[in-house]
């Protein structure tokens, strides 16, 4: 049973430039939820996808969008990259809306230079 | 709104040694906790939770937390630690119900480093 798979593993682009991101959740899960780890701090809620709309959002902004696909994964779009952007990218699944749990993917590392 | 406070960025230990990592969330609402361990390079696993019930859960490899409602505490323990323990641990809340969209707020993270 794979687990959540996150693509590419690892990122280079430059200021001003659009990156994609893209998430395959757990087998069985339909919740898709975005995360960023700046080095060195604790996960920030990016987003959260249900059955392909947007649930709710953190406090990023319009330059992060997303998308849900009917297979349940998931994209991560951010446009007009800025230095800041830098991070890791988590993806997070979990069985409906209503679950407590989380499984968490390994996440791609970008670095805007 | 939620939030959550890790006391210790870094926490040295030497091997076999009891650790403590510490955590206190703050609420308006009740709240679910988590710990949750990153190893170098990869993603988060989710090492122990708290949904409801005894206030005393534990982990499949010798870690435990304990709620603590009054002290608003979800503190982390290992009586004896091992060279592969060392990771970065994020405490971690949500709110209660969990019946709409939810997220997790995680703290900043303890970094445990384990000396033999």
């Known amino acids: 049973d794979a687990g959540v798979t996150q693509s590419p593993t690892h990122l280079i682009k430059t200021r001003g430039q659009q990156v994609t991101l893209r998430c395959s959740p757990k087998?069985?899960?339909?919740?898709v939820s975005w995360y960023q780890q700046a080095l060195g701090q604790g996960p920030q809620f990016i987003f959260q996808?249900?059955?392909?709309?947007?649930?709710q959002r953190g406090n990023f902004p319009d330059r992060f969008s997303g998308h849900q696909f009917p297979n349940y994964s998931s994209e991560l779009n951010v446009n007009a990259l800025l230095l800041g952007d830098s991070a890791l990218y988590l993806c997070?699944?979990?069985?409906?809306?209503?679950?407590?749990?989380?499984?968490f993917g390994p996440g791609t590392r970008l670095t805007v230079t | 709104a939620q939030s959550v406070t890790q006391l210790d960025s870094q926490v040295p230990v030497f091997e076999e040694a009891p650790v403590e990592l510490r955590c206190n969330y703050s609420?308006?609402?009740?709240?679910?906790l988590f710990w949750y361990v990153q190893y170098p390079n990869q993603g988060l696993q989710l090492l122990l939770k708290?949904?409801?019930?005894?206030?005393l859960v534990e982990s499949i490899n010798g870690f435990e937390a304990e709620f603590n409602k009054s002290q608003t505490s979800f503190h982390l323990r290992k009586p004896s630690v091992h060279i592969s323990d060392t990771a970065e641990y994020f405490c971690?809340?949500?709110?209660?119900?969990?019946?709409?969209?939810?997220?997790?707020?995680f703290g900043s993270g303890t970094r445990l480093s384990i000396r033999p």
């Open positions: 996808y249900y059955e392909e709309e947007e649930r």
């Open positions: 609420s308006s609402v009740s709240v679910y």
């Open positions: 087998s069985g899960h339909d919740t």
């Open positions: 997070a699944s979990s069985f409906n809306l209503g679950s407590s749990e989380q499984y």
């Open positions: 708290y949904l409801s019930g005894s206030t």
């Open positions: 971690a809340v949500s709110s209660i119900p969990y019946s709409s969209a939810s997220k997790i707020i």
